[in-house]
Each structure stands twice: as C-alpha cells, then as structure tokens.
C-alpha cells in the first residue's frame, strides 16, 4: 500500500513540474486498466486534474461541492463536476470513492 502511494506522488509531482515546465497538458489516467484510481473523496486539485475532461475549473468545483461532505455516490460527482454523461461514461471505472466511513460506535444508552 505504501508502495503504491508512492507511485502516486511521484505521478503528479511529476506531471505538475511537465505541465509547469513544458506548458502540455499531460494525462496519465485514460484506461479503465489503469493501475489506480483517484480517490474522489480525498484527491486534491492536481489529483484530479489526472482525470481525462477535469481540469482546473472542474476540480475546484468538485472540492467545493466535496467541503459539504463526501460523495455517496459517483453520480453525485457528476453533476458537481459538470460532466455530461458521455463524459463520465469514460472516466467512471478511473474514480472511487475510497472506503465507507467507519459506523458510529454506539454511545451505551
């Protein structure tokens, strides 16, 4: 597991220093086999921005529909991303929305 949070901060230290520095937009996530998947609830703008149709505005949308609280479902980030369904058709098996929360422990009464 360490290993592949690894791989990914290398990627997008990576990508942004060849988006910075050679001005291209790169993608590296466009495969449904492809060998991660951005955790939706956690990923940040850059992380993100890895999705094939989410750019920079598309993130931050996405970040701030998230800062009411996780997705329940991946269709929720859909509509905040403004995605149509084509598009999300083509990025849906790169997204998850990592592990449920962990239920509340009961409080004893």
């Given amino acids: 597991m360490l290993a592949l949070a690894c791989v990914i901060v290398i990627s997008v230290g ?3 220093w060849r988006r910075h520095h050679l001005g291209k937009d790169i ?3 466009q495969a449904p086999d492809a060998p991660f998947r951005v955790n939706v609830n956690r990923a940040g703008r850059e992380e993100l921005m890895l ?3 989410v750019g920079d ?5 996405i970040l701030a529909a998230r800062e009411k609280g996780p997705f329940g479902n991946l ?8 995605l149509s369904v ?3 058709q083509s990025v849906r098996d790169l997204m998850t929305l990592g592990e ?8 004893g009464n």
Avoid at 100 to 107: E, Q, R
């Fill in 14 to 16: 990576v990508i942004t």
């Fill in 27 to 29: 993608r590296v996530l």
């Fill in 51 to 53: 999705l094939p149709g």
């Fill in 57 to 61: 505005a598309r993130a931050v949308r």
């Fill in 75 to 82: 269709d929720e980030v859909r509509v905040a991303g403004g």
């Fill in 86 to 88: 084509k598009q999300f």
């Fill in 100 to 107: 449920p929360a962990a239920s509340p422990a009961p409080n």
